[in-house]
C-alpha cells in the first residue's frame, strides 16, 4: 500500500503563493497511474482542484483554479506539487491528494479516489 502526506500549508495574503507536496511512501507513484488534488472546506462537499498523470505529466484543474494553480511531479523524489498563485479567499480549505483507485465514468469525483492524505490547511486572508 501507499502512504500519502501533504505539506506546504499556510495562512498567506490574497494574491499571495503556496505551494503543497504530496509525498508518496511505502510504493512509489509509479505504482499508480493519476494523482487528484482535492479540497474541502467547513461545511462543503470535497472538490476536485487538479490532477496529474504520473507517466506522463499530464495535468487538468478545476476551472475555478485554472491559470493560477499548477500541479507538477519529480520523479526522483517522488513528490507531486500543487503550485497555488494569486489566492483567493475562495481557495481556503483542507488540500488533499489522492490516488485514483476506482476507474469509473468520473474521475473528477472524490469518490473514484483512495489513499487520501491527512491534508494540509490553505487559509488566505481577506
Known amino acids: 500500500q501507499v502512504q500519502l502526506v501533504e505539506s506546504g500549508g499556510g495562512l498567506v495574503q490574497v494574491g499571495g503563493s503556496l505551494r503543497l507536496s504530496c509525498a508518496a511512501s511505502?510504493?512509489?507513484?509509479?505504482?499508480?497511474?493519476?494523482l487528484g488534488w482535492f479540497r474541502q472546506a467547513p461545511g462543503k462537499e470535497r472538490e476536485f482542484v487538479a490532477a496529474i498523470y504520473w507517466s506522463g505529466g499530464t495535468t487538468y484543474y478545476a476551472d475555478s483554479v485554472k491559470g493560477r494553480f499548477t500541479a507538477s511531479r519529480d520523479n526522483a523524489e517522488n513528490i507531486v506539487y500543487l503550485q497555488m498563485n494569486t489566492l483567493k479567499p475562495e481557495d481556503t480549505a483542507i488540500y488533499y491528494c489522492a490516488i485514483r483507485i476506482v476507474y469509473g465514468s468520473n474521475w473528477r469525483s472524490p469518490a473514484e479516489y483512495g489513499y487520501w492524505g491527512q491534508g494540509t490547511q490553505v487559509t488566505v486572508s481577506s
Open positions: 511505502g510504493r512509489t507513484f509509479g505504482s499508480y497511474s493519476l
